[in-house]
Structure formats: C-alpha cells, structure tokens
C-alpha cells in the first residue's frame, strides 16, 4: 500500500455537545441546521475534497505532491477564510429564523476552528469505501485537542508551515503539543478573525427570508423527530 504526499484540513464546529439539547424539537433542529452548516463549510473547501463528515466536523484532503505543487500554508489560510465565511453566513441565516426553540436560537453559539498539516497518507479501501490512514491522519485528529485560548483559529503543523514559510503571520502563536503515540510536535495557530479582513454589515433579514429558513428547518427536522433518522455522533 504505497502513500501519497497530502494536505489535511479539519474543519471543527465548536460549542456542538452544548448546542444539541435533550428536547425532541431543539435536537431535530440544531441536527438539521448543523448540518447545513458543514454542508456550506464543503461547498467552499474549492480544491479539496470530503473525506468524512466526523459529528460536527468535515475531515478533507488535497493531494500535494509533485503533480499538484500549489497546496501550500497561503492556500490553506486562504481557504479557511472562505470556509469561515460560508460557516457564519449559514449561522446567521439559521439564527434569522422565527422558531423560538434552543436549535435555532442558541445556533449564535457556535464557532470554528481549523486544523491543517501535510503528510504521507495511505488509502485504504474496505467494502468498497475509502479511507484514508497513517500515522499523518492519526496526527491531524490529535490536534483537534489542544490548549489554544481563542475559540476561531487555524492551527498549522510544522511541516505544513515549511511549505511557504513567509507567509505565516506576524501574529501567530506557537504551540509545543505532546501527542500520545506520536511526540512533541511543533505547531502555529492564527486568529482567523487577523486573516479576514473583511468588515461588512450582513443586510437586515426580510420576513420572506425568515420563514423561508424557519420552514426549512421544521421540514427537514421532520425525521429526526419521528425518529426515522438518527443525529450524528461527536468523536
């Protein structure tokens, strides 16, 4: 099983164990409307692909060898940028709705935080699926267990960071994390909020727009409670 030089980008939703609550109603909603959030965070991950949704986090790569020279630390940020945009777009659009239950209005409460390194990884296909695996995949996943105080950031591994070195920002932190199984790494994190400089009112939601969102959300939740549909899982 030869490997493949790979960008890996988590993309993690915080504030999710909190969010879905124990009421039928609250927990079809925040299930239907987290997932609309991580179905907007993919669409904008342009370049990378799915490899799982992982709970209330998108798990993508890009392979990144010679072939495919470009993924690089400024592709990364730029990406997580947009990705984060598309998050707080769809958030807001959530929060806009009229329904009054814990799913749509504690939706505000919700952040992301993105973990991104490059590295040698394996496919491994099992009952027709693929999945990726090794010690890179292993890496990226631990990282999501880290002590940095900021609740919307990128954090990047060494390695990914060798990539375009000068890039980094002036503000980044810097991280020492002992990773079980595998040691100290090195690693960096940035505000995301220093790498989007974009400052733009949201335009005032119309009634049209909030009953469109608020229909959306006890359709979809429909299943979830009449319980022929199961919410997904946290790691």
């Given at each position: 099983?030869?490997?493949?030089?790979?960008?890996?980008?988590?993309?993690?939703?915080?504030?999710?164990?909190?969010?879905?609550?124990?009421?039928?109603?609250?927990?079809a909603?925040?299930?239907?409307?987290?997932?609309?959030?991580?179905?907007?965070?993919?669409?904008?991950?342009?370049?990378?692909?799915?490899?799982?949704?992982?709970?209330?986090?998108?798990?993508?790569?890009?392979?990144?060898?010679?072939?495919?020279?470009?993924?690089?630390?400024?592709d990364?940020?730029?990406?997580?940028?947009m990705?984060?945009?598309?998050?707080?777009?769809?958030?807001?659009?959530?929060?806009?709705?009229?329904?009054?239950?814990?799913?749509?209005?504690?939706a505000?409460?919700?952040?992301?935080?993105?973990?991104?390194?490059?590295?040698?990884?394996?496919?491994?296909?099992?009952?027709?699926?693929?999945?990726?695996?090794g010690?890179?995949?292993?890496?990226?996943?631990?990282?999501?267990?880290?002590?940095?105080?900021?609740?919307?950031?990128?954090?990047?591994?060494?390695?990914?960071?060798?990539?375009?070195?000068?890039?980094?920002?002036?503000?980044?932190?810097?991280?020492?994390?002992?990773?079980?199984?595998?040691?100290?790494?090195?690693?960096?994190?940035?505000?995301?909020?220093?790498?989007?400089?974009?400052?733009?009112?949201?335009?005032?939601?119309?009634?049209?727009?909030?009953?469109?969102?608020?229909?959306?959300?006890?359709?979809?939740?429909?299943?979830?409670?009449?319980?022929?549909?199961?919410?997904?899982?946290?790691?």
């Amino acid at each position: 099983m030869g490997t493949e030089r790979t960008a890996l980008l988590i993309a993690d939703i915080g504030g999710y164990t909190e969010y879905m609550g124990s009421h039928r109603m609250t927990l079809a909603h925040a299930e239907v409307n987290t997932a609309r959030m991580l179905e907007s965070i993919v669409r904008a991950a342009h370049g990378f692909q799915l490899v799982e949704i992982e709970g209330d986090a998108a798990f993508l790569s890009r392979r990144a060898d010679a072939r495919d020279p470009d993924t690089t630390l400024t592709d990364i940020l730029r990406l997580a940028v947009m990705m984060h945009r598309a998050f707080h777009l769809e958030r807001d659009y959530v929060v806009q709705n009229l329904c009054p239950c814990g799913g749509c209005r504690q939706a505000r409460n919700l952040t992301l935080k993105f973990v991104a390194h490059v590295g040698d990884v394996a496919i491994q296909r099992i009952g027709g699926r693929s999945k990726l695996v090794g010690i890179d995949v292993i890496l990226v996943h631990r990282l999501l267990k880290n002590s940095v105080g900021i609740p919307e950031y990128v954090l990047l591994t060494e390695e990914l960071c060798r990539t375009d070195a000068a890039s980094l920002p002036a503000s980044a932190g810097e991280l020492a994390p002992d990773l079980e199984g595998i040691g100290t790494i090195r690693a960096y994190f940035v505000d995301v909020a220093d790498l989007d400089h974009v400052d733009e009112a949201s335009p005032a939601p119309t009634l049209r727009s909030r009953l469109g969102s608020t229909f959306s959300a006890v359709g979809r939740g429909l299943p979830y409670m009449l319980g022929t549909r199961k919410p997904r899982r946290t790691r």
